[in-house]
């Protein structure tokens, strides 16, 4: 294997951009399409809760599972003598975790009732009754996706990167269908249906890779193997990072119930509208640095350098465009959504979302670099620790402001939760592993504040000086809070400033 940290990182990282960014767009406009047809609305709103229901059985387990088998599997893979010999440890854990969901889909959905008036207590009888149908249909997939999520890591710890990055595209095509051509008439049940189907999709696209890398997956159920032993030591605080996620997602709605209707689907199209540029950039660049940072454990000043190089990559990329989602909200919503059931206070609603939600994106990319680092280094309990605190101040963030700001009390109380768990997690990986050089990573953060502020100056001066449709109000927003953004880093002279230019190259020698 190249040497972890190298040119072939930089290479994945662009390739996994490029793939990713054709799912992602399909989700996107999976989403627009769905927005078009139902609005912001009671079945939309059922919908939506439907899915967080089931998120508690597959994220308390898949996951976990999945982002504990990457360190071991990718050390396996980087030794000669096991790089093509199979994973037992691996194939225990695949199977254990089938066997557990499968199980778990049962059981939640004979109490999917119940539960749907605890997690969604402002719905009336008959939106109740669409959740708890919805959430039937919607469990069957919870195997499937569980499936993927552990195939998908397989083949990224032996540096096939592609099929994983693919997978939203079936997906996201089978949704489309579902919600253009059966979602008129047989309403949210074909979103429901779609969701299986696109799945089940999912699953098939991780099967080629197995081949290629020269290993398969076989039932085993040694639970006192070695590698699964390694496995299941890292998942029980996985499990709860994992769990209070979903925690904060369900608490979320539950408490939008409670508000106007619409009011869950703003904040999750608000939501989208934000993670769209995490999930589009920061996230595939980042897939390949967990296996190399996991393969580099044992030298901590190569491990350093690629935690602050993930550092730069993301601040330097989302700041510019958190300013842009905050100061240009509402043009950027009526682009995305303007069209169709989605009506004007719609798209005002989700503006309010987006506005509160985006100190967030820069959250969630930071995190990312700094909790995959613990987790590599065998660290798990640290990110469970500040993952409850970070809950606690979602919930009480959540109860306090959502009666008094509405939908931006739920998106502020998510954003504080994002950035408290950031920062914290940062400080610990510094304190307790020397795995990110602090005076270096607080430097980068006061240059883009500083950057920040400027350039939302002039973004603010714009929108309310631009006059005309909404697409050009974002790109004259965007063009000039990034280029007065990059700008400022070539006038600092900044270390950062050579991110854009490092990635074009390396997309020129991919």
Known sequence: MARPGGRSISRAAVLVTGLTAVSTLLGFLRDVVIAAIFGAGAQLDAYLVAQGLMNIVLGLVAYAMARSATPVVAREAATEENGCKGHTGFNVAFTVTMLVLGVGSVIM???????????????????????????????????????????????????????????GVPFNLIMIAA?????????????AVGFVVGSAARLVLQLPPLRSIGTRVRPRLA???PGFREIAVLVPPMLVGSAIGNINTLVDRAVGSTLEEGAITALSYGWRLVNLPEQLLIASLLVPLYPAISASVGNLPELKRLVNRGLSVTVTILVPLCVVLAIAAVPLVEL????????????????????????????????????????????????????????????VGDILLAPVMGVAGIA??????????????????????????????????????VLAAIAAGVGLLLVNVVDGPALLTCAVVAIAVCGIYALGLIALRAPERRVPLDMIRAARRR
């Open 109 to 167: 959905g004979i109490f999917a009732a119940p539960v749907t008036s605890l997690i969604a207590p402002g719905f009336d009888a008959g939106e109740a009754a669409t959740v708890t149908m919805l959430t039937r249909i919607i469990l069957i997939a919870t195997v499937l996706v569980a499936g993927t999520d552990l195939l998908a890591a397989l083949a990224q710890s032996h540096g096939r990167f592609a099929w994983a990055s693919l997978q």
């Open 179 to 191: 919600a253009g051509l059966f979602g008129p008439q047989y309403g949210v049940s074909a979103l």
């Open 223 to 225: 639970l006192k193997d």
């Open 336 to 395: 995305a959504f303007g069209r169709g059931a989605f009506s004007r206070e719609d798209i005002e609603d989700t503006a309010t979302a987006v506005a509160w939600y985006a100190p967030a994106l820069l959250a969630l990319g930071f995190r990312q670099v700094v909790v995959s680092t613990s987790y590599a280094l065998g660290d798990s309990k640290a990110p469970v620790v500040v993952a409850v605190v970070a809950m606690i101040v979602n919930i």
């Open 412 to 449: 502020l109380a998510t954003s504080a939760s994002l950035v408290t768990a950031a920062l914290a997690n940062a400080w610990l990986l510094h304190r307790r592993h020397d795995g990110v050089d602090l005076r270096t990573a607080v430097a980068l953060l006061l240059r883009a504040a």
